[in-house]
């Protein structure tokens, strides 16, 4: 008789606009080879990537069709291709040819050349081979400075997310010269990550892009780079330094040179719906750049989930948008966003047409004697916008530029974006498709304390905004300042804010018990310890319980996180199962135990709901039956209106015995009728739900709640002598759907 050992599992999956680059320029060839193309869709958004650097792009190199689709499984296409800019000065340590060079390095061009080469493939823990054989350099940062970005409890493990895909490129290769005289010497490892979970999370995606110079071939240079990682990055040292010495008959030092003046920005091609019928704004407080249709109307064959486009939005095109959560660090301090512009295909402010002027817009020093379009929002320098066009639609692209930073041979620092997804909300004259028609207005009064207390533009409305007060007296416009409509543009944007400042923690499954097997003549006693989360408690609690997160200043905002219902302690029970090959998928459940007396506290009427109680939708009154005092038929009391900033007061406890039945508020799992009654559209059975697994591995009645208590002893007389059998125990959990799966189980080890 023999325990499962540790083993690796899959990680937990819940389940075309005409755009083109520049007519001349040429695409490079697909290769053909495993992972170079692959997506990200864990959660509702599909996401092509290439492993040259390009996100959100067609995953077979189509030079037409598009690759960012939201919902996941429609024609909505939002996106054509996006990614990383990098321009810079090559410093006075370079060999003398190069020095004081200015070049570019882009793996993502709207212009189609881009320079881009894949140096590690596509990695996507949701697939299982990729699992399988996960490298450790793809694995969560752990023992650099980049882990700083991740919370302890995801370091070192495959995926911090509920499915990562992790790629490294660069743009070293002199093969891909367009437009510039040499490359840079610039690697770029991108970590994806994709979640279900909290509400508002399903509809966005995150990038980590972390920057080394390699221009080195010295390994000394990169000591400071993570086991793993570290390997990586000494080859590409090496490798540069040969591909470019013998390109150009020069010596770069061993030791490598430094890069200066180093400017990085997110540059994005969207189209949305119709690709020349676009416009692109910013939203500088929110480090928040966003491209939506003018009339928000769709294209044929686009269709519209009622779940997310329902009130207070309307079914109409909807917005993308790409917030900067983290830019580059200069002697402890972010930079931030320090500039936002609209690039035109063609139009009056071109796409950069080589590094010069790429080095340029990055570093806003736009010249109009040099060629360059003259900015159209007044002082660059102190708006951060150059131009936004106010004209007739188009098709727009845009950049995000942060800098300058400088980075040493070997040096290293990491940018994060959100890439978001948002149904257009339902205000003024703005009610559907071609109703109204948005320019984006003057996007510099959002920065403007004064301009604000005259309202903000028209566009900015159908985007989540609903008001702004100055909380801390500065007169400067922070983006806790800002009220928003939950689920909208805005309030996306600080669900990704929170998400990243808890450093990507989300609703964790408990720890896995310690479990110790006895053998016996035809059977096996199996004893197992409680697990350390029944102390310890949810993470994800601190995140959840609290209605106001503190801010920088130490200001209090509101809290998109905030889930009343979550439940610290939340282990429910254990599970014991059963296999006869040492394989986690192959066992099946041989019992299930589960506490007795426990039960979730429901402030809002989202556990075994009723069609008569929905108080988010006003549907909020007691019905009590005058001849058996029944209140099945409504809310069992009068729950609080939820208000932003504010904890509930008025709650039920619900025991979690039978079928736990919940549904989540605000997402369109319940819906008010016109006769008073609530359309309970989706919900959610806890432990017998499709959503939790268990009946993949065992019976409906071996995964109900039964309040059995749980005696940390259970003997299988079920065994035969001579046989081999593998044995796992693992803890499960009972908590809010509000803010994740309902039920979360531990690992088979």
């Given at each position: ?100 060079d ?56 495959i ?12 743009e ?15 690697l ?8 279900n ?10 990038f ?129 966003l ?23 817009y ?77 320019l984006p ?25 609903t ?38 923690l ?20 199996v ?65 299930q135990?589960d ?23 006003g ?5 009590v ?125």
């Amino acid at each position: 008789m023999i325990g499962l050992l540790a083993l690796a599992t899959g990680a937990l999956v819940p389940e075309t606009a005409d755009a083109k680059p520049r007519p001349g320029v040429q695409k490079k060839g697909f290769r053909l080879f495993a992972r170079s193309g692959g997506a990200l869709t864990i959660n509702r958004i599909y996401c092509g990537l290439q492993s040259n650097g390009q996100i959100c792009v067609d995953s077979l190199n189509s030079s037409t069709i598009g690759g960012g689709f939201w919902p996941k499984g429609t024609a909505d296409q939002y996106v054509f291709n996006s990614g990383i800019q990098v321009a810079g000065i090559i410093g006075p340590d370079a060999n003398a040819e190069w020095v004081g060079d200015t070049t570019s390095a882009q793996l993502f061009s709207p212009r189609g050349d881009d320079h881009g080469e894949e140096i590690r493939p596509i990695f996507n823990s949701s697939d299982p081979d990729d699992f399988a054989n996960w490298p450790d350099a793809a694995r969560v940062p752990q023992g650099d400075a980049s882990e700083e970005l991740f919370n302890p409890l995801l370091r070192g493990r495959i995926s911090a997310s509920q499915g990562d895909v992790w790629f490294v490129s660069w743009e070293g290769n002199p093969a891909f010269a367009a437009g510039r005289e040499h490359p840079l010497g610039i690697l770029v490892e991108q970590r994806g990550l994709g979640y279900n979970f909290p509400s508002g999370n399903e509809d966005i995606l995150y990038f980590v892009y972390t920057f080394y110079n390699v221009t080195a071939s010295d390994p000394a240079a990169y000591a400071a780079v993570r086991p793993g990682m570290r390997e990586v990055v000494q080859e590409a040292g090496v490798r540069f330094q040969q591909l470019n010495e013998s390109r150009f008959s020069i010596d770069i030092p061993d030791v490598g040179y430094t890069l200066t003046s180093l400017f990085a920005a997110f540059g994005a091609d969207m189209d949305v719906a119709e690709a020349g019928a676009n416009y692109a704004s910013v939203n500088v407080p929110f480090s928040l750049g966003y491209t939506y249709e003018h009339t928000f109307s769709p294209a044929d064959g686009w269709t519209f989930d009622p779940g997310i486009f329902g009130p207070p939005f309307f079914a109409g095109s909807g917005f993308v948008g790409v917030k900067y959560l983290r830019s580059p660090v200069v002697e402890g301090e972010e930079v931030g966003l320090t500039l936002f512009s609209n690039t035109i295909n063609g139009g009056a402010f071109d796409d950069a047409q080589n590094a010069t002027q790429l080095y340029r817009y990055l570093s806003n020093n736009i010249s109009t004697a040099a060629g360059d379009a003259a900015c159209n929002t007044g002082d660059p320098d102190v708006t951060r916008i150059c131009y936004i066009n106010n004209g007739g639609s188009d098709d727009m692209r845009f950049f995000q530029a942060s800098g300058p930073l400088e980075l040493a041979p070997g040096a290293f620092g990491s940018i994060v974006v959100a890439y978001i997804f948002a149904a257009p909300v339902a205000v003024g004259d703005c009610t559907g498709p071609g109703t109204c028609d948005r320019l984006p207005g003057d996007p510099t009064r959002l920065s403007s304390v004064s301009a604000l207390s005259q309202g903000a533009n028209p566009i900015d409305s159908v985007t989540g905004y609903t008001g702004f007060s100055d909380l801390n007296a500065d007169g400067e416009v922070q983006q806790n300042e800002i009220s928003f409509v939950q689920g909208s543009l805005l309030g996306k944007a600080i669900t990704a804010q929170l998400v990243f400042d808890n450093q990507f923690l989300t609703p964790f499954a408990p720890e896995s018990p310690n479990f110790f097997l006895i053998p016996g003549s035809d059977q096996v006693t199996v004893v197992w310890q409680p697990s350390a989360s029944e102390t310890s408690g949810d993470p994800f609690f601190a995140v959840a319980s609290t209605p106001t997160t503190t801010t920088e200043d130490g200001s209090e905002a509101q809290n998109p996180l905030f889930d009343p219902n979550y439940r610290q302690l939340d282990v429910e029970g254990y599970r014991i199962y059963r296999g006869r090959v040492d394989s986690p998928n192959e066992l099946s459940i041989v019992a299930q135990f589960d506490y007795a007396g426990t039960f979730i506290t429901d402030f809002q009427g989202q556990v075994n709901p009723t069609t008569g109680c929905a108080p988010e939708l006003g549907i909020n009154t007691v019905t009590v039956d005058p001849e058996s005092g029944d209140t099945t038929f409504g809310c069992p009391i009068v729950f609080d209106s939820l208000q932003p900033g504010i904890a509930p007061t008025a709650s039920v406890d619900v025991p979690l015995v039978g079928n736990v039945i919940q549904l989540r508020r605000g997402q369109g799992d319940r819906l008010a009728l016109a006769t008073g009654d609530v359309l309970l559209a989706r919900t959610d059975t806890a432990t017998t739900g499709g959503a939790s697994g268990c009946l993949t591995a065992g019976s409906l009645e071996a995964c109900s709640l039964r309040d059995t208590g749980v005696p940390f002893v259970y003997v299988d007389r079920t065994v035969r002598n001579n046989l081999r059998y593998f044995y796992s125990v693992t803890a499960f959990d009972v908590n809010s759907i509000q803010s994740g799966p309902s039920s979360i189980e531990s690992a088979r080890t």
